[in-house]
């Protein structure tokens, strides 16, 4: 019986010492360092803002910059106009401190997902909507006024993106007054940028002869560009559901290309379109089918990847295609104006 207790408690006790030698002390478990605890806090802390569209997406990093987690939900070359969220996003949009869209009735799918799923103290901001009044909506082919929704495509024009970023700045700035410095740093320098290129805009467009400046498109995202350009649309193919023209207004464009002389007609890669190479050759009209209202050209982390870059690519195209000189366009910096890392996360 001795012999049992004893080698019981033998056992016991080398049990005991495995045990302390094995396990690892708590106390000297590793621990996250202060940096790392500081890194986590920062980025609990940081506001969590959501956009749609890319351009959208691209002015809010530039003003935001580093010191917001920004997530566009709108992959790009999908058409923004019909885009059904899918019930993944509603996790995205209730994280959300903020939610940026153009509104002007181009996102309603989006916004009613948002609007049912906004945590508390979260708040929805529509560009559109803060940068005109129902007095300046336009009107046309794409949006016509008897269906009582305005054209949406503010963003072509860059003085109305500028009015975007500033809506930006004001929204961040009173969600995060602590950053309010920053997020005025780079908008003024957004703003510089954007003086330059509407100059240049200006200087390219002077280059190209009057009588064709007139722009026929796939979908009229350019009114309000065209208005403060100078340049005329003279229609577009697709209205806002993208349903295909009828026969008549399809011969009528031809007649018009042809009694205006317009050298080319302009439609997207995205969005390709068989009536549109039926009415340039038809017409007599070169066909570009390389223009794009929301989609940012070259890849994320490209500089040309930007609000900017979108607009000097596009006016590249366009400007050479109607017989003018696009060389002006070479002076814009389409980086971002921020220091550091990209930020935005874009859905592809």
């Not at 939900?73 to 019930?87: D, K, L, M, Q």
């Not at 940028?193 to 350019?222: C, E, F, Q």
């Not at 969005?271 to 940012?296: H, K, N, Q």
Request: with cysteine; aromatic share 8%.
């Amino acid at each position: 019986m001795r012999m049992v207790i004893t080698v019981l408690a033998m056992a016991a006790t080398i049990a005991v010492a495995l045990a302390c030698t094995s396990q690892p002390d708590a106390a000297a478990a590793p621990q996250p360092s202060a940096a790392d605890t500081a890194v986590a806090t920062a980025q609990d802390e940081v506001l969590q803002v959501v956009t749609t569209v890319s351009p959208i997406t691209s002015i809010v990093e530039n003003i935001g910059g580093t010191r917001i987690r920004l997530q566009g939900i709108v992959p790009e070359g999908v058409n923004s106009h019909t885009f059904e969220p899918a019930p993944s996003v509603a996790t995205v949009l209730a994280n959300a401190d903020l939610v940026i869209l153009n509104g002007l009735f181009l996102e309603e799918p989006t916004l009613e997902l948002a609007e049912a799923n906004l945590k508390s103290g979260a708040a929805i901001v529509s560009l559109g909507d803060e940068s005109i009044g129902r007095d300046q909506w336009k009107f046309d082919f794409s949006f016509p006024e008897a269906q009582g929704y305005p054209n949406p495509h503010l963003w072509p024009d860059p003085i109305l993106a500028l009015r975007y970023a500033e809506v930006v700045r004001q929204t961040l700035s009173d969600r995060d007054a602590e950053n309010g410095d920053y997020y005025a740093a780079n908008y003024d320098a957004f703003a510089a940028r954007i003086a330059i290129l509407d100059g240049a805009i200006k200087t390219a467009v002077a280059t190209v002869p009057p009588p064709n400046r007139k722009l026929l498109t796939y979908h009229d995202s350019w009114a309000y560009f065209a208005d403060r350009y100078g340049m005329t649309v003279i229609g577009a193919v697709h209205p806002s559901d993208f349903s295909e023209p009828s026969a008549q207004e399809v011969a009528g464009l031809i007649e018009q290309i042809r009694d205006a002389g317009i050298p080319a007609i302009f439609g997207s890669n995205v969005f390709p379109s068989d009536v549109m190479r039926v009415i340039a050759d038809e017409s007599g009209a070169a066909y570009i089918d390389d223009l794009s209202d929301d989609d940012l050209p070259g890849k994320p982390g490209d500089a040309l990847h930007s609000y900017l870059g979108l607009v000097v690519n596009n006016l590249r195209i366009m400007i050479p295609a109607l017989g003018g000189d696009a060389a002006a366009l070479d002076a814009v910096d389409v980086g971002p104006v921020f220091d550091g890392p990209a930020t935005a996360g874009y859905p592809q």
